[in-house]
């Protein structure tokens, strides 16, 4: 198969497993108008993208300008013309429709924010994890971290039909207004000063879940009320993010239902 230019094309097989990629200027133009939720915007350096650009950058969606190589790459038809979009795999929820969802269930919000989650397996692995925990909401931010791609769609199992998560332009604001809506925010860090079996999960909680690799930046550190580790007994000294928010997330169930 070869692409407009010439070139011959190869299909990338990890692209083909995200349907949620829009490729082309009309495509991707009749979705920024479209109103649909869209994750981001991804334009060949160089490409005369002026109106799409403006467009995204109009509905608030990230533009991110890189090699033609990668779109190449992301490329499932070989004629992208220079522009993919991603789009959201299900539609995102405001903060107030994650309180609500406290509210209907008569019970204290209990919300897990990502920070800086890049891989959709995670993130979607995570959401399974909170909606089987029975927490509110998930709270991501718009840049530099994955959204509801078809892959995290399916690493979640079917639980994001049922958990609303919430994307943010700024997660240190964000968790400034749930400080003020009653919230205590739980960083989850190997060096916090608060063991997992002490924290106070009982009240309104948020749990704050780092990347992989960095863990909590240290502005959205600074702004949490407490910074939680969880007790290691075997030779590696860590876990993966997903699997630390589920710990998390089953020690606030066990203090809210059985209390200490």
């Known amino acids: ?11 990338n097989r990890e692209a083909d497993e995200d349907n949620n990629l829009l490729e082309g200027r009309n495509a991707v133009t009749e979705l920024l108008r479209s109103g649909q939720d869209c994750d981001k915007v991804f334009v060949a350096q160089g490409a005369r993208m002026g109106d799409i650009i403006a467009l995204a950058k109009s509905r608030g ?3 991110v300008e890189c090699d033609r190589r990668k779109l190449d790459g992301m490329s499932t038809t070989g004629n992208h013309q220079g522009v993919i979009a991603q ?7 405001s903060l107030d429709d994650l309180f609500q969802n406290a509210a209907d269930k008569g019970e204290a919000p209990l919300f897990v924010i990502c920070d800086g989650i890049a891989d959709p397996h995670n993130l979607g692995a995570i959401i399974r994890s909170a909606e089987t925990a029975g927490a509110h909401g998930v709270i991501i931010p718009k840049r530099r971290a994955a959204g509801l791609t078809a892959v995290a769609a399916r690493a979640s199992a079917g639980a994001l039909a049922y958990m609303p998560v919430h994307k943010t332009v700024n997660l240190a604001g964000l968790i400034d207004e749930l400080k003020e809506r ?13 063991g997992l079996y002490e924290a106070d999960f009982a009240g309104p909680t948020a749990i704050v879940i780092g990347s992989e690799g960095e863990g909590i930046s240290r502005l959205v550190r600074q702004k949490c009320d407490f910074i939680v580790s969880i007790p290691m007994r075997g030779k590696v000294n860590s876990l993966n993010a997903s699997n630390a928010a589920a710990v998390l997330l ?5 203090r809210r239902t059985y209390g200490k």
């Open 61 to 63: 969606v990230p533009v």
């Open 250 to 254: 089953f020690e606030a169930v066990r």
């Open 1 to 11: 198969m070869h692409n407009s230019n010439g070139k011959k094309f190869r299909p």
């Open 87 to 93: 789009a959201a795999a299900h539609a995102y929820a």
């Open 182 to 194: 009653g919230v205590w925010v739980f960083g989850a860090e190997a060096d916090g000063t608060v």
